[in-house]
């Protein structure tokens, strides 16, 4: 199989390009990707072909689609805070972006369309656990962008026959993901300040609460997806119900350092629902076999990668 990975040179992309390169039914890996989220170095050591350019130009899409028969669709403009102030970039990324990558899949006669969606959907939706066919109200102009991105997706099934799996993404942490920028999501800033003995900065009380999915597990459930082409007419969550609050979040942390994080508190942000956690009933029906890293062994591999990148010792867990 030859497949596609738009924004594969991002966080979840390039760790998907990695395990895909050591799963027997993947032939080669093209990654599309314009840099502008993704660094060239995460694909560092990869036998990738990487076409430099962005899903709203045809015709680097034509060029990185050619010979394809799948196409994970990770290109993205991500973070809340970000589409908040800029909502077009937020739109003409993950509407539009998405849109054009699904022609492009048409004119090409790619097989199987992967994209993914967040969990950022549901919104003002207060249902727990949350439920793929309950109803959806986005908060913030990037969660109404992604549901216009698993709508095309879907209405490309309907309309054309085209097998799409649209993936609603519940908190991806692990490897690889940036700190370092003012979108950063909240487990590397956290792991990152906490190995320099820097404060942790909490947005709330602390007691609002993710269903954290590590990376490894997200690449576990798309390999299997793309060697079985398992399709499906709604969207599907992906993770496994077990959710955590930053609070429990930073004193395993603190667990695994051997040593209490010290945090700070800060307004909420706008946008941000106050507990996100996911019905896997779908995803385990589709997905049997495919077994999820726990979050204390997610947060460890997080922990280990980061001091690697820091250069600093941490305490063995107890």
Known sequence: MRILITGGAGFIGSNL?????????????????????????????????????????????????????????????????????????????????????????????????????SSSVYGLNPELPKAELTWTRPLSPYAASKLATEAYALAHQASFGLPTLAFRFFNVFGPGQRHDHAYAAVIPRFVHAALRGEPV??????????????????????????????????????????????????????????RPVERGYAPPRTGDVPHSLSDATTLRELFPDVVPVTRRDGLRATVEWMAGRLGVDRVTPR
């Open 17 to 117: 390009a990695r395990a895909a390169l050591v799963e027997p039914a993947v032939k080669e890996v093209t990654v599309l990707d314009d840099l502008s989220v993704g660094l060239r170095g995460n694909l560092d050591g990869l036998d990738v072909d990487l076409v430099e350019g962005s899903i709203l130009d045809p015709a680097a899409l034509d060029a990185a689609m050619a010979g394809r028969e799948a196409v994970v669709h990770l290109a993205a403009l991500p973070s809340v805070p970000r589409s908040l102030r800029d909502p077009v970039a937020s739109h003409h990324a993950n509407a539009t972006g998405t849109l054009m990558v699904l022609e492009a899949a048409r004119r090409h006669d790619v097989a199987h369309v992967l994209v993914a969606s």
């Open 201 to 258: 900065v909490v947005h709330g009380d602390g007691t609002q609460s993710r269903d954290f999915t590590y990376v490894g597990t997200v690449c576990r459930v798309i390999l299997d997806a793309l060697r079985r082409r398992v399709s499906h007419p709604h969207p599907v969550n992906l993770a496994f119900g077990s959710r955590a609050s930053l609070r429990q979040v930073l004193d395993e942390l603190g667990d695994l350092l051997g």
